[in-house]
Antibody, heavy 123, light 107 residues
Framework: EVQLVESGGGLVQPGGSLRLSCAVSGFTFSDHHMDWVRQAPGRGLEWLGRTKSKVRSYTTEYAASVKGRFTISRDDSKNSLYLQMNSLKTEDTAMYYC??????????????WGQGTMVTVSS | AIQMTQSPSSLSASVGDRVTITCRTSQGIGNDLGWYQQKPGKAPKLLIYAASSLQSGVPSRFSGSGSGTDFTLTISSLQPEDFATYYCLHDYNYPLTFGPGTKVDIK
């Protein structure tokens, strides 16, 4: 079955750190760029960043709101994607989604989403 | 970063209605735009990519159009399962940005 399963969410204090994981199955993980997207409670979607595939040298891109605090990485041998979050703020409270990127018609489509893992930053 | 606007922010419609949602970008992006549907408590789902291409498995009542800075998502005949929030997303450059969303609810 093709799926993405996030884990690692929970309650963390402001200033703390958390590492999210996304386990991938059912497709060739190493062929795809992968994104993280989040959604604060009652708010819209926010793209956080991308790790590109091996053919693109695993290059990463980030949104300005998380650049320097969050790090996206992957382990193709484990079919896993990660999001290391440091210096967490209350405004980082959100559902975090792992997303597959598939090139279609020379465009990048976010075509497969995990169910999300909730991160709450609070004292 | 490219700024995204959507209109309306919400709308009420009846089953069978034709619904049109607009997305506008702060600079031209060719056709590097997708549309996503999100139902409460669920992950978003890709509907349209490259502005007008229908994702596999998505009903044909959904269509997308536009290029440059102005884009449209149309639902030709609204069905009960279409009540949801719809987001546009550009993938023209980094960072990608989503529109603020359009909530479609029952009239």
């Amino acid at each position: 079955e093709v799926q993405l399963v996030e884990s690692g969410g929970g309650l963390v204090q402001p200033g703390g750190s958390l590492r999210l994981s996304c386990a991938v199955s059912g497709f060739t993980f190493s062929d795809h760029h992968m994104d993280w997207v989040r959604q604060a409670p009652g708010r819209g979607l926010e793209w956080l960043g991308r790790t590109k595939s091996k053919v693109r040298s695993y290059t990463t891109e980030y949104a300005a709101s998380v650049k320097g605090r969050f790090t996206i990485s992957r382990d193709d041998s484990k079919n896993s994607l990660y999001l290391q979050m440091n210096s967490l703020k209350t405004e980082d409270t959100a559902m975090y989604y792992c997303v597959r990127v598939t090139p279609v018609a020379s465009r990048d489509a976010l075509d497969l989403w995990g169910q999300g893992t909730m991160v709450t930053v609070s004292s | 970063a490219i700024q995204m606007t959507q209109s309306p922010s919400s709308l009420s419609a009846s089953v069978g209605d034709r619904v049109t949602i607009t997305c506008r970008t702060s600079q031209g992006i060719g056709n590097d735009l997708g549309w996503y549907q999100q139902k409460p408590g669920k992950a978003p789902k890709l509907l349209i990519y490259a502005a007008s291409s229908l994702q596999s498995g998505v009903p044909s009542r959904f269509s997308g159009s536009g290029s440059g800075t102005d884009f449209t998502l149309t639902i030709s005949s609204l069905q009960p399962e279409d009540f949801a929030t719809y987001y546009c997303l550009h993938d023209y450059n980094y960072p990608l940005t989503f529109g603020p969303g359009t909530k479609v609810d029952i009239k």
